[in-house]
C-alpha cells in the first residue's frame, strides 16, 4: 500500500504558475529525498528538482532554475512544486518519487513513483 499520487496539473498559458502535490501514503516521507521528473512526448524522462532527506538540500535543473521550488510538509506527508513563469517546453507529464540518500538524476535510484500528473502549457 505504499504510494505517492501527484495532483495539481491542468492546462495553463506561457506565464503562468502552477503548484504540484505530491502526497504519500503507506509510509512516511521524512527520511527520503524526494525527485521531480518529467517525461515530455518522444523524449526521455529528466530530473527537474531534488529535496533531499537529511538537510533540505534542494537542487534544480538548470532549465528551471529560478523559476520552480520545491518543498516539502512532513507533517502532511507531502511535497510540492511551485512552477512559476511557465513556457510551452515544460508541458510534459510530471512524476515525483522518491529515493533513499540519494538526490541524482539517477531514475533506477528512486524506490517509488507516483503515476504523474499532465503540466501543458500553451496559448
Known amino acids: 500500500q505504499v504510494q505517492l499520487v501527484e495532483s495539481g496539473g491542468g492546462l495553463v498559458q506561457p506565464g503562468g504558475s502552477l503548484r504540484l502535490s505530491c502526497a504519500a501514503s503507506?509510509?512516511?516521507?521524512?527520511?527520503?529525498?524526494i525527485g521531480w521528473f518529467r517525461q515530455a512526448p518522444g523524449k526521455e524522462r529528466e530530473g527537474v528538482s531534488c529535496?533531499?532527506?537529511?538537510?533540505?538540500?534542494?537542487y534544480y535543473a538548470t532549465s528551471v532554475k529560478g523559476r520552480f521550488t520545491i518543498s516539502r510538509d512532513n507533517a502532511k506527508n507531502t511535497a510540492y512544486l511551485q512552477m512559476n513563469s511557465l513556457k510551452p517546453e515544460d508541458t510534459a507529464v510530471y512524476y515525483c518519487?522518491?529515493?533513499?540518500?540519494?538526490?541524482?538524476?539517477?531514475?533506477?535510484?528512486?524506490?517509488?513513483w507516483g503515476r504523474g500528473t499532465q503540466v501543458t502549457v500553451s496559448s
Open positions: 503507506g509510509f512516511t516521507l521524512d527520511d527520503y529525498a
Open positions: 518519487a522518491t529515493a533513499r540518500d540519494y538526490c541524482g538524476s539517477n531514475l533506477y535510484k528512486y524506490r517509488v
Open positions: 529535496i533531499s532527506g537529511s538537510n533540505g538540500t534542494t
